[in-house]
């Protein structure tokens, strides 16, 4: 593995109320000290760098640019975290369906970026030119 960037703390990890939201889910009527939420907060900051930077190793390897969901997947197993793919792959499955959905409703339209409201008011300044025109040649 590659020699690690040194980058402050404040950029390094999972925001507090992400990790405290899950460790509220998983554990609902257990009291966590703040130390021991503070190292669960390490612990997957340093897990994720540690994917990341396998995941990279693997995309290099493989002489491409972008790290894709396999080269994540091919890292996991690397590093010893082979029990994890089929959770991992299950993810990838559920973000492809919700990408598809928000694919499958997104139309022309809403691609051009443009309000609603502009396209109306455009819409209407050519009919107008329209009638006019009409008038002209009639």
């Not at 499955?93 to 008011?121: F, M, W, Y």
């Amino acid at each position: 593995m590659g020699d690690r960037v040194e980058i402050p703390d404040e950029e390094l990890t999972i925001p507090r109320a992400a990790i405290n939201k899950m460790i509220k889910e998983i554990l609902p009527n257990i009291r966590v000290a703040n130390e021991s939420r503070e190292l669960i907060l390490a612990c997957c900051t340093e897990f994720i760098h540690l994917l990341a930077s396998e995941s990279n190793d693997v995309c290099a390897q493989q002489q491409k640019k972008t790290i894709s969901p396999e080269h994540i997947l091919a890292a996991l197993d690397k590093l010893g975290f082979g029990d994890y793919r089929a959770d991992a792959e299950a993810v990838l499955q559920d973000c492809k369906e919700v990408a598809a959905k928000k694919k499958k409703h997104s139309t022309r339209l809403e691609n051009l970026g443009i309000p609603e409201e502009e396209l109306l008011r455009q819409q209407q300044e050519l009919f107008a030119k329209v009638c006019i025109f009409q008038l002209i040649l009639n």
